[in-house]
């Protein structure tokens, strides 16, 4: 075979692979189906009449949810980020007594349905007066995120060798100085790979959006579509366009960061 993969294998994993993308096609289809087009029997598998209603709806009616969303994003990110990291620092290079116990809960942690957190939090949030607030969803949205950073983090910032680390002190570096210089610049991988899916998480987030921040005067893309489905169940021409829209910065994202996310999430298995 001289090292060639066998054919069959290469159609499996095609014929897989559109099997897994036909719903995102599916719905680029509807988003550009016409409303007098919607309920055809059998439907059309490509848009024969294309129309961009639905897109001129999301630009008209959806932005301000996207604005939302990309801001409450970009603060779970820097919120996760400026906790887990030194956090996984200190678990892999300072060693404190309990760290095993400590590993464990942040495993635990994320077993927590959130529909649980989100009860929890309402409440606290209801007594700190920060109920239906950016701030209060950015907090809520980083404890998903932070676990997952640390055992990321950690597992990378323990491949680090114990000689560059001793290198810095006897520069006369102290620790907050060797982790800000040392570790954090030769952390990239990881710090790409954690800000991504925290901000993946805070974007896709509907059940913390829904049970804090309902109220509120700023609202997520997630809300967006729901109260878009409610309010107009015939226009499905506008609801997956929306759909399309939220889609992309995803799927940028993803793009861009895909080699640094494979290091990132690799990091530390394997050890020299």
Do not use: C
Request: charged share 10%; no cysteine.
């Amino acid at each position: 075979m001289n090292g060639r993969r066998p054919w069959w294998k290469t159609a499996v994993g095609v014929v897989l692979t559109l099997v897994m993308l036909f719903p995102v096609y599916w719905m680029i289809n509807v988003s550009l189906t016409p409303a007098t087009e919607m309920r055809k029997s059998p439907p059309n598998l490509f848009p024969v009449h294309p129309t961009f209603e639905g897109y001129q709806a999301v630009l008209s009616q959806q932005l301000p949810y996207l604005g939302t969303s990309l801001l409450i994003g970009l603060g779970t990110v820097v919120l996760t980020v400026a906790l887990a990291a030194p956090a996984a620092f200190s678990l892999a290079k300072l060693r404190p007594k309990g760290r095993g116990a400590l590993n464990f809960v942040l495993l635990i942690a994320q077993m927590i349905p959130g529909i649980i957190m989100a009860m929890g939090f309402y409440a606290i949030y209801l007594n700190l007066g920060i109920l239906n607030t950016v701030w209060g969803l950015i907090i809520a949205d980083s404890t998903i995120a932070v676990p997952f950073g640390v055992l990321i983090f950690s597992a990378f910032m323990a491949g680090i060798p114990d000689e560059l680390m001793n290198a810095a002190k006897i520069d006369g570096a102290d620790t907050w100085r060797t982790f800000r210089s040392i570790v954090l610049p030769v952390s990239r991988n990881s710090i790409v790979t954690v800000s991504l899916f925290a901000f993946l998480w805070a974007w896709s987030d509907f059940i913390f959006s829904s049970t804090l921040n309902s109220g509120g005067s700023l609202q997520t893309i997630t809300l967006g579509i729901y109260k878009y489905i409610g309010n107009n169940n015939q226009e499905w021409n506008a609801i997956m366009a929306t759909a399309v829209v939220a889609s992309i910065p995803a799927a940028v994202l993803l793009v861009i960061a895909q080699k640094y996310v494979a290091a990132g999430v690799t990091a530390g298995a394997v050890k020299d």
